[in-house]
C-alpha cells in the first residue's frame, strides 16, 4: 500500500481534511506494481528497474512495456517525479 498526503500544504492539509478522514490517502498496488514501487529509489532508471524485474516478470515480451506504463501512471498521479535520462524518486 502507498499512503502519500492528501494536500501538501500544512494549512490546507488541516483545514480540508476531514475529522473523520486520514490526512493521507492510500493505494492498494497488486503484486506487480508493488515489486516495481519498492525498487524505485531516486538511484535506479526505469531500464533498470525493468531489467531487475525480468525474472519476477519470468521474461515475457512486453513486461518492459508494462513496467514503463506503471511508472508512467505513479508519474501522473504526481507520486513520482521522472527525468528524461534520469532516474525516477518518490515525492
Not at 501538501?8 to 506494481?33: E, V, W, Y
Not at 512486453?62 to 508512467?72: I, T
Request: charged share 25%.
Amino acid at each position: 500500500m502507498v499512503s502519500y498526503p492528501r494536500f501538501r500544504n500544512p494549512f490546507l492539509q488541516r483545514m480540508l481534511t476531514p475529522a473523520s478522514k486520514s490526512r493521507d490517502l492510500h493505494i492498494r498496488l497488486d503484486a506487480n506494481g508493488t515489486a516495481v514501487w519498492e525498487l524505485i529509489d531516486g538511484k535506479r532508471t526505469v531500464r533498470e528497474i525493468s531489467d531487475s524485474l525480468a525474472d519476477y516478470f519470468a521474461h515475457k515480451e512486453d513486461y518492459p512495456l508494462l513496467v514503463a506504463g506503471f511508472v508512467r501512471t505513479l508519474e501522473a498521479q504526481g507520486l513520482i517525479t521522472c527525468q528524461p535520462g534520469a532516474t525516477s524518486s518518490k515525492q
